[in-house]
């Protein structure tokens, strides 16, 4: 199986900073065939399910506000989030869909500092 | 509008069996692979069982596999979990999720969760 390991598992950022979240993956999850990393970030507020924000590992989903965006190739991924608001406390979560056993990263908790 | 509708959580025994419904709407139920994610109390996203669109192809978690079958009824907009031989850490939430994805001529690319239910809550105890 891909293990997706993200750092930090928490963090804490002032509202209006930068917030950047790591993923890394155990083998690389991009399609030769197609020149796309399959990787996916999710938001999650507590008592909710997860909402998707990215997929193909910078494609934004319809609807997501432009101060999240990812980035990185192979191994390596990053979801940042430009101006942290207030309604982006949540815990986030890398996923891959190279392996069609997708699996998760282990989530990291973003709070306002 | 896309909506999954989660049923058939509960209580149940160690070793006993529940089936999970997830009824889909606002969308060709039959043209989208389909999975399963659970949630333990607490804890993080744990994939757990895919079906492609046309039911031909399934697809288990290590920690499922054998005891969990995941199926459809494409006539009904419907996707199942059967789960036998449930164990206290079977015990999380059930999400049934919709595959995002694309085909081109040569090949199909999904996996993204672009659509969640609310879920529904297993709880294995005696």
């Known amino acids: 199986d891909i293990v997706m390991t993200q750092s930090p598992d928490s963090l804490a950022v002032s509202l209006g900073e930068r917030a950047t979240i790591k993923c890394k993956s155990s083998?690389?999850?991009?399609?030769?065939?197609?020149?796309?990393?399959?990787l996916a970030w999710y938001q999650q507020k507590p008592g909710q399910p997860p909402k998707l924000l990215i997929y193909w590992a910078s494609t934004r989903e319809f609807g997501v506000p432009d101060r999240f965006s990812g980035s990185g190739s192979g191994t390596d991924f990053t979801l940042t989030i430009s101006s942290l608001q207030a309604e982006d406390v949540a815990v986030y979560y890398c996923?891959?869909?190279?392996?069609?056993?997708?699996?998760f990263g282990q989530g990291t908790k973003l709070e306002i500092k | 509008e896309v909506q999954l509708l989660e049923s058939g959580g509960g209580l149940v025994q160690p070793g006993g069996s529940l089936r999970l419904s997830c009824a889909a709407s606002?969308?060709?139920?039959?043209?989208?692979?389909m999975s399963w994610v659970r949630q333990a109390p607490g804890k993080g996203l744990e994939w757990v069982s895919a079906i492609s669109a046309g039911d031909a192809n399934t697809y288990y978690a290590d920690s499922v596999k054998g005891r969990f079958t995941i199926s459809r009824d494409n006539s009904k907009s419907t996707l199942y979990l059967q789960m036998n031989t449930l164990r206290p850490d079977d015990t999380a939430v059930y999400y049934c999720?919709?595959?995002?994805?694309?085909?081109?001529?040569?090949?199909?690319?999904?996996?993204?969760?672009?659509?969640w239910g609310q879920g529904t809550l297993v709880t294995v105890s005696s």
């Open positions: 083998q690389s999850v991009l399609y030769s065939s197609n020149n796309k990393n399959s």
């Open positions: 996923q891959q869909y190279y392996s069609t056993l997708y699996t």
């Open positions: 999720a919709r595959e995002g994805g694309y085909c081109s001529s040569s090949n199909c690319y999904r996996g993204y969760f672009d659509y």
């Open positions: 606002g969308f060709s139920f039959s043209d989208f692979a």
